[in-house]
T-cell receptor, first 116, second 110 residues
Framework: GAVVSQHPSRVICKSGTSVKIECRSLDFQATTMFWYRQFPKQSLMLMATSNEGSKATYEQGVEKDKFLINHASLTLSTLTVTSAHPEDSSFYIC????????????FGAGSRLTVL | GNSVTQMEGPVTLSEEAFLTINCTYTATGYPSLFWYVQYPGEGLQLLLKATKADDKGSNKGFEATYRKETTSFHLEKGSVQVSDSAVYFCAQGSGNQFYFGTGTSLTVIP
């Protein structure tokens, strides 16, 4: 079945630095990818919808200058947390929808970001 | 608007007990319905899905039936195992729009 790889799985960084998280579809082309944030013991919060070759669509309240999303190819989307602060510490999860029109999301394993 | 409401947890069951996690949805149109499972420290995995009314999704002993008349997609398993301990998310999707419930934590004790 469809596989989405997310990297890194864990990252620790200092406050003020930037961190990039990659999301790759390994065996299918993903015209659309989604980025979520999950706080401990809470549900997923959709941050943005990433479309290949165009600008991401951000949800209300998500700072697009802080969470930069790039979807430069049909198999790769990246989320960059710029000038990270401790409150950005969270579990970030990406998902991808196959370009064939399949109405199923395949999720990456998530990336645990800790900002010191 | 579209939304998903699922049973609040946490749920604690003994091994081999019967499991039901309720899920209802509101939607304009006829979305596909899903159950995803999240094991500790991991991302979400698709557990089962149903794409139209009266469809039954099943996997690993779990089942859920798409009920249009009650707008429900309740998850059931006849005999849970310790390895089923996880958080379960009900979701609906149509096109690029996906909506998730808040998740239900299940703990199965030996």
């Amino acid at each position: 079945g469809a596989v989405v790889s997310q990297h890194p799985s864990r990252v620790i960084c200092k406050s003020g630095t930037s961190v990039k998280i990659e999301c790759r579809s390994l065996d299918f082309q993903a015209t659309t990818m989604f980025w979520y944030r999950q706080f401990p013991k809470q549900s997923l919060m959709l941050m943005a919808t990433s479309n290949e070759g165009s600008k991401a669509t951000y949800e209300q309240g998500v700072e697009k200058d802080k969470f930069l999303i790039n979807h430069a190819s049909l198999t790769l989307s990246t989320l960059t947390v710029t000038s990270a602060h401790p409150e950005d510490s969270s579990f970030y999860i990406c998902s991808a929808r196959e370009g064939s029109g399949a109405n199923v999301l395949t999720f990456g394993a998530g990336s645990r970001l800790t900002v010191l | 608007g579209n939304s998903v409401t699922q049973m609040e947890g946490p749920v604690t069951l003994s091994e081999e007990a019967f499991l039901t996690i309720n899920c209802t949805y509101t939607a304009t149109g006829y979305p596909s319905l899903f159950w995803y499972v999240q094991y500790p420290g991991e991302g979400l995995q698709l557990l089962l899905k149903a794409t139209k009314a009266d469809d039954k999704g099943s996997n690993k002993g779990f089942e859920a039936t798409y009920r249009k008349e009650t707008t429900s997609f309740h998850l059931e398993k006849g005999s849970v195992q310790v390895s089923d301990s996880a958080v379960y998310f009900c979701a609906q999707g149509s096109g690029n729009q996906f909506y998730f419930g808040t998740g239900t934590s299940l703990t199965v004790i030996p």
